[in-house]
């Protein structure tokens, strides 16, 4: 029998996508019967607010997922490394936020508005895989795309924002443009380099070839979503001084033509798509505008006249909502539709 509520247990509860969670959660009326809120040591004793009530956060151990039906994971590679087949073995499915499973055959890749049906693969390993921030606004965007003129070949510049990099890398952001207001020392932990005022081409370990691993991630994720291996894809991944909500530059060569009226036209009926696209009035996506929404933004659609096939486009969202726990909670939600 189907059961009317579920008990949810968010991994990384105290993290910026875990505190999303919560929030998506609470707003879409998610039924949730019990919450459980797991995070390190550092956050025990800890309470965080949910529908009105005050949660203890718990120390995620092996036995954390007793009776738990869905697990949330947001808490770095290492922990769902560790953690993640063991919520699966007590009985939960695993929705998890990190790079950890995403490219392992058998766990899918999902981001609902584009693969929701390769979600029932969830059942050989219990885990279902939450694409990375920046791979999941692109390929919303580009999937309708795809359907009505297949795409050859994507090339993507990223803008991201520091909250990409968790809490304290927002936090980061805060305190070096106060210390340089104010002419003190930067002092640098997150990032490589100076966050504030700067842009750092350079985001997750370099890997043999001169690739990030994020561009990788681009690069391999949206081929696996898109179940499309011909599409070319290459990728140059910024951290820009933002705190939340990631924008990419996206020019795409498709094969048969399409006009930027008819590209607007498919967008306009995209699911999870907004079309902000007036630039005669000022109007394009910008993440000040994405934060806090769900929608996938898009504008500044034109030809790229410098090839018969081309088009450029502006793609915006909040990479904490659509980027991270949102998709994850419509995944939860076609689960307990569906599934379990
Ligand atoms: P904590 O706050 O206790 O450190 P962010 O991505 O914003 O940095 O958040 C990371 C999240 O992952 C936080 O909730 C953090 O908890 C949690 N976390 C990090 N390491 C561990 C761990 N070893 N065990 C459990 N939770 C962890």
Redesign the pocket.
């Known amino acids: 029998m189907k059961k009317e509520k579920y008990n949810v247990a968010i991994?990384?509860?105290?993290?910026?996508?875990?505190e999303q969670m919560r929030e998506v959660l609470e707003e879409r009326l998610f039924p949730v019967d019990e919450l459980r809120l797991?995070?390190?040591?550092?956050?025990a004793g800890k309470y965080l607010n949910f529908q009105s009530k005050q949660i203890r956060?718990d120390?995620?151990d092996e036995n954390s997922f007793e009776n738990i039906d869905i697990a949330l994971f947001?808490?770095?590679g290492?922990?769902s490394d560790k953690f993640a087949s063991i919520a699966a073995r007590a009985g939960g499915v695993v929705v998890d936020n990190t790079a950890r499973f995403r490219m392992e055959p058998d766990v899918p890749l999902v981001v609902p508005e584009v693969n929701a049906k390769a979600i029932t693969e969830y059942k050989k390993r219990g885990i279902i895989a939450n694409p990375n921030c920046s791979t999941i606004q692109m390929v919303v965007a580009l999937k309708p795309i795809h359907d009505a003129a297949r795409i050859k070949r994507v090339v993507v510049s990223t803008y991201q924002s520091t909250s990409g990099?968790?809490?304290?890398?927002m936090e980061e952001l805060g305190r070096q443009t106060a210390a340089i207001l104010n002419m003190r020392e930067v002092e640098k932990d997150k990032f490589p380099h100076q966050i504030a005022f700067n842009c750092i081409p350079h985001i997750d370990v370099f890997l043999p070839g001169g690739y990030t691993k994020e561009e990788k991630k681009m690069i391999d994720e949206t081929k696996k979503i898109l179940a499309d291996d011909s599409i070319k894809v290459t990728a140059t991944c910024v951290r820009v001084p933002v705190f939340c909500g990631h924008s990419e530059s996206v020019n795409i060569e498709t094969e048969k033509k399409l006009s930027a009226k008819d590209v607007k036209a498919i967008l306009r009926e995209a699911p999870g798509i907004l079309l902000v696209d007036a630039p005669e009035e000022n109007v394009y996506p910008m993440p000040l505008d994405a934060t806090g929404t769900d929608a996938t933004m898009v504008g500044r659609i034109r030809e790229d006249e410098s090839i018969p096939n081309g088009i450029n486009m502006w793609i915006v969202a909040d990479n904490l909502r659509k980027g991270a726990a949102l998709n994850a909670v419509q995944i939860a939600e076609i689960l307990i539709r569906d599934y379990i």
């Open positions: 991994v990384g509860a105290t993290g910026a996508v875990g797991l995070a390190s040591e550092r956050s956060v120390v995620l947001s808490a770095g290492s922990v990099a968790g809490r304290k890398a």
